[in-house]
């Protein structure tokens, strides 16, 4: 009789598993669609709800820089209609610096021209601005300052000033509030026209409507006679 192996040597088999349970494949665990769909509806719903945010906070940006270019505020309201004897009104408008101006200080100190132009940088408007410019020490030796008054964007404005060399400062009434007022915004368009405010602010003359060339030379002849 051959002699026994060591039980120390003896080869341990793994378990067998039965045919039927071998042929089958191993299943992934996979997530429960329904916590999956939830879970991926709610990102949704938060990337749209922050796109709806982001697109107010644009909007409203947008708005405000609108606003602010324009040189005037959403609630701005129709003024009374400025005739002869008549003030400058309480109003705060922009120059072409984009700086705030109050319309019924201009005239606090000196006699005030306001001429108006339908557009900046055309040729009439460009040749009644021109005109204005090369008055203007005539202008100031008389005590009046000269400001050009339109419906243009302060920084169109700026453009033609330094285009023109221009030496008077420009006012943007995008609204056509003051305009208006001076009885030159009919229509939504800005007739050609001037105003001479005495020192105080008081309408003392006006010229609307008024040809270009003629415009800064009856201006002026109408500001000699008050001395």
């Not at 051959?2 to 039927?20: F, Y």
């Not at 071998?22 to 665990?29: H, K």
């Not at 006699?111 to 009644?128: E, H, N, S, W």
Request: glycine share 8%; proline share 9%; net charge positive.
């Amino acid at each position: 009789m051959p002699p026994r192996k060591p039980a120390g040597d003896a080869v341990t088999e793994p378990p067998r598993r039965s045919g039927r349970i071998a042929s089958q494949p191993i299943q992934p665990v996979v997530e429960p669609k329904s916590k999956i769909t939830k879970k991926r509806s709610a990102e949704v719903a938060d990337e749209a709800k922050d796109g709806k945010a982001s697109s107010a906070k644009k909007a409203k940006a947008d708005t405000e820089e609108n606003a602010e270019e324009a040189g005037s505020s959403p609630t701005d309201t129709p003024l009374s209609a400025i005739d002869i004897g008549g003030s400058l009104p309480n109003l705060i408008l922009k120059n072409e610096k984009g700086e705030d101006i109050q319309v019924a200080d201009l005239a606090s100190e000196k006699g005030v021209i306001l001429f108006l132009v339908p557009k900046a940088d055309t040729p009439g408007c460009t040749t009644q601005a021109c005109g204005f410019r090369d008055s203007y020490p005539d202008f100031t030796s008389l005590n009046f300052d000269v400001y050009c008054l339109s419906a243009d964007s302060f920084a169109s404005q700026s453009k033609w000033q330094t285009k023109k060399e221009l030496p008077y400062p420009l006012i943007s009434d995008p609204k056509r509030i003051l305009i208006t007022a001076l009885g030159a915004g009919e229509g939504g368009k800005t007739k050609r026209s001037h105003f001479i405010f005495e020192k105080g602010g008081k309408l003392v003359q006006k010229k609307l409507p008024v040809t270009p060339g003629d415009s800064p030379k009856l201006a002026l002849e109408f500001v000699k006679g008050l001395q």
